[in-house]
């Protein structure tokens, strides 16, 4: 897939979010303002920036990070440098459980559906899958969705961890049918240590998977997860909690997520057409919402909202959490804020109100 949208012009306009100062619930960005005292070390700390970026703390403790709005990405190269920062950044900030989330069917695509043949080839050939042409989504084929997530992970890789930790990096993919479809595909030649999660079976809904003890797979020397899109069934990331417990939690270890799609659980219910994970039927996935979602930090962030109050979520670490709306082929930031809103809040509250 093309890595890039086109040669449009993104300009944001500049607002400073500064964590240690009270916020309302929701501040309108261009109405932001700061104290004088503070402006200063601002400015001062202006010469410390990179890519959009400050890298010494001016909330008064001095242990972390705080960043100008970054401007939302031209193309898929200039959104991998700001996820790369950000993530150097939360890891300074001893950020361990990492998530990073945005489309890959393009900047400005939706979250799609499946399509009924990829429902059937996912369930029952889905090593098949792999190489097919069933997979539907909003705005993209699957396939080359899937495509150019693996090489949008590869891309993000190089230029994240160093040459010498390669062989400290471990990833991990849904299932182990996807390691050899993901080392033909991108990560041919590389040194990263590629994993995976389940061996589903047939009848996986029914709890018929096979158990992989994450702690078995873990080496000593491993540094880094990276765990790649675990959304295909409720099994990945009950077990993406439980590699978390045994070999991240207590170490000096980190763990990305990596387009995992976890609005899924947070929303309890999926707004859009793919598979649902309602509580009720799936009690343990929406455990994770109080027992893993707290302790993880969403350093990279993109959801597009379409339709007559259409707009788009993003976050850059250690930013603030902006509501944008694209017009004239320029993206204004509405609304800001430092919490995550949920997506209900954002397409049924502070889209239609702007």
């Known amino acids: 897939m093309p890595l890039s949208t086109g040669a449009f012009t ?34 001062h700390n202006k010469s410390k920036r990179l890519g ?96 150019g997530s693996l090489q949008l992970i590869r891309e993000f890789c190089d230029r994240f961890i160093r040459p010498e930790k390669a062989t400290r990096t471990r990833i991990f993919f849904p299932e182990a049918s996807e390691v050899k479809f993901a080392r033909n595909l991108a990560f041919g030649g590389a040194t990263f240590k590629l994993d995976y999660l ?24 491993d540094e880094l997860f990276l765990v790649a899109y675990p959304y295909f069934n409720v099994n990945e990331m009950l077990v993406v909690e439980e590699l978390y417990k045994e070999a991240v939690e207590n170490t000096s270890r980190g763990m990305i997520i990596f387009n995992g799609e976890l609005d899924r659980i947070r929303s309890g219910f999926v707004l859009y057409m793919t598979k649902d994970y309602p509580p009720f039927f799936y009690p343990k996935l929406a455990a994770l919402t109080r027992t893993l979602l707290p302790k993880m930090e969403t350093v990279y962030y993109i959801h597009n909202f379409k339709g007559r109050n259409g707009g788009t979520l993003f976050r850059c670490y250690p930013g603030p959490w902006q509501v944008l709306r694209k017009v004239r082929n320029k993206y204004f930031c509405l609304h800001q804020q430092e919490a995550m809103p949920s997506l209900k809040e954002v397409a049924l509250e502070i889209l239609p109100s702007v």
């Open 10 to 43: 993104y300009t944001v306009p500049i607002g400073i979010g500064i964590p240690s100062l009270p916020h309302p619930k929701i501040v309108n960005c261009r109405r932001f303002s700061i104290k004088e005292n503070q402006r200063d070390d601002i400015l």
């Open 198 to 221: 389940t061996k589903p079976s047939f009848f996986e809904d029914f709890g018929f998977v096979t158990k992989v003890k994450m702690a078995d797979r873990v080496k000593p020397e």
């Open 52 to 147: 959009g970026f400050i890298r010494n703390s001016i909330s008064g403790d001095g242990e972390h990070s705080v960043g100008v709005q970054v401007p939302f990405p031209d193309d898929y190269t200039e959104l991998l440098d700001q996820a790369k920062e950000a993530t150097d950044l939360a890891l300074k900030d001893k950020k361990q459980l990492m998530e990073i989330e945005f489309p890959t069917a393009g900047l400005e695509s939706v979250p799609g559906f499946y399509s009924v043949p990829f429902l059937f080839c996912h369930y029952v050939l889905r090593p098949i899958l792999l190489n097919s042409i069933f997979f539907m989504s909003g705005d993209g084929e699957g396939a080359t969705e899937m495509t």
